[in-house]
Nanobody, 119 residues
Framework: QVQLEESGGGLVQAGGSLRLSCAAS????????MGWYRQAPGKQRELVAA???????NYADDVKGRFTISRDTAKNAVYLQMNSLKPEDTALYYC?????????????WGQGTQVTVSS
C-alpha cells in the first residue's frame, strides 16, 4: 500500500524559514509529478508548487522567489524550502504525487503538516 508522509511543519516567526519533506513508501514503480498544496481555514486547497519527473517546477505567484521545490528520485521524496515566511502562508500543507504501482497509476495525498507563521 502506497503512503505519503510529510514532516517539517511547525511554528515560525514572520521572516523565518521551514523545510517540508515528504516521502512515498510502498511498492512503487515510478513517480511522475510531485507537489505541495496548502489549505488555510475557510479557504480552498491551492497549489503551492509542483515538480515534474524531469525536474521542471512551477510555483504559485505569491510564493515565487521565496519557496523552492526539489525532489530526490532515489528516495521517492519531495521537499519544499520556504523562506521569508509571511503570516498569510499559515495553512495545512499537503504533499501529493502521481505514482505508478504494479496495479495502477493514481494521485496520492499525504495527511498534511501544519505551518503557522506568527507576525
Amino acid at each position: 500500500q502506497v503512503q505519503l508522509e510529510e514532516s517539517g511543519g511547525g511554528l515560525v516567526q514572520a521572516g523565518g524559514s521551514l523545510r517540508l519533506s515528504c516521502a512515498a513508501s510502498g511498492v512503487i514503480r515510478s513517480i511522475n509529478g510531485m507537489g505541495w498544496y496548502r489549505q488555510a481555514p475557510g479557504k480552498q486547497r491551492e497549489l503551492v508548487a509542483a515538480i515534474r519527473s524531469g525536474g521542471a517546477a512551477n510555483y504559485a505567484d505569491d510564493v515565487k522567489g521565496r519557496f523552492t521545490i526539489s525532489r530526490d528520485t532515489a528516495k521517492n521524496a519531495v521537499y519544499l524550502q520556504m523562506n521569508s515566511l509571511k503570516p498569510e502562508d499559515t495553512a495545512l500543507y499537503y504533499c501529493n504525487a502521481d505514482i505508478i504501482t504494479l496495479e495502477t497509476t493514481r494521485v496520492y495525498w499525504g495527511q498534511g503538516t501544519q505551518v503557522t507563521v506568527s507576525s
